[in-house]
């Protein structure tokens, strides 16, 4: 009788632990995890030495059920910080509706508090922008240049295979790069053409929106670089990045978050933002939305 009663409440445990796995799924998402990275930037100027960069990635706009919320709780963090730029990787919206005049006003109004605080912000497109749900869709290149439009009329620039150089607040003669990456899946990321734009062995900051882009890097040209699009895998089982719903249904390369390593060439180092919004259903599970934070050193 006893070995029947343990195994009724084992038979009992899995739809309740099922229950209750999908009810934090539909909570975590809303909980956002600040983290706080050291970057290492070969040739760094002195006046960037310790300033800060911020991150995030992956909004989603327009996805049903998506976590606007979530969003503007980034925003206002970065705000709170004030660091000497953010930058924002990729995927503002979800899906190309006829009409995404919607999801674009939508983008502008959660993220329009960065400009006004005159915090220097930049961005690159990622494949949702152009309408992109999977690699064997066209890429619709007027709803990327329609968000793009609307995102340079509130101050931030997007950068597609471009290279600028990165401001300090106080004005301060600087020689930081920041490089620009277009979207992988719309085959708009040409590394050649954007580094071609730097003098040799400047200092720079790398982004773009896929990790497959950063592959393409040579060595030591990419020595920090960040990315999205992964959303680290969003459903995945604890210390074991490999086992996440986004790596076993998705055919991407880099599937973890976080630093990636024996990825890229000698002397290229990626951090992968885990983003904000979803892919398909509104559930992230050990997988929070997160703000970055990196604190650049020389070494």
């Not at 064997?136 to 509130?154: C, F, G």
């Not at 290229?268 to 559930?283: A, K, M, T």
Request: glycine share 6%.
């Amino acid at each position: 009788m006893r070995n029947k009663a343990k195994l009724g409440l084992g038979i009992l445990a899995i739809p309740l632990l099922l229950v209750v796995s999908i009810v934090w799924g539909l909570v975590e998402p809303y909980i956002l995890a600040k983290e706080e990275e050291i970057a290492i930037i070969s040739n760094l100027p002195t006046a960037w030495e310790g300033q800060k960069i911020g991150q995030v990635s992956d909004f989603q706009i327009g996805m049903w059920w998506d976590n606007v919320a979530t969003v503007s709780n980034s925003i206002d963090k970065l705000i709170e910080e004030q660091p000497a730029a953010v930058l924002i990787s990729g995927d503002f919206i979800y899906h190309a509706t006829p009409n995404p005049e919607v999801e674009i006003n939508e983008v502008i109004n959660a993220i329009r508090p960065l400009t006004e605080a005159n915090i220097p912000t930049y961005a690159v497109l990622g494949n949702h922008d152009y309408g992109m749900k999977s690699q064997k869709m066209p890429p619709k290149t007027e709803l990327a240049a329609q968000l793009e439009r609307a995102l340079e009329d509130i101050g931030i620039q997007v950068l597609t295979n471009e290279a600028v150089k990165l401001p300090l607040p106080n004005n301060e003669e600087s020689e930081l790069y920041l490089v620009g990456i277009g979207a992988h899946w719309a085959n708009n990321d040409k590394v050649d053409l954007a580094l071609n734009q730097l003098p040799d062995d400047s200092p720079r900051v790398v982004m773009m929106h896929n990790p497959d882009s950063f592959a393409a890097f040579p060595a030591n040209t990419a020595p920090f670089a960040i990315a999205g699009h992964t959303h680290g895998g969003q459903i995945r089982l604890p210390y074991l990045p490999q086992w996440s719903w986004l790596a076993l249904v998705k055919k991407d390369k880099v599937f973890a978050d976080a630093w990636v390593n024996d990825y890229g060439e000698a002397g290229n180092q990626l951090y992968v933002n885990r983003g904000i919004g979803f892919s398909d259903i509104p559930i992230r599970l050990n997988c929070a939305p997160e703000v970055t934070f990196f604190t650049l050193k020389s070494q």
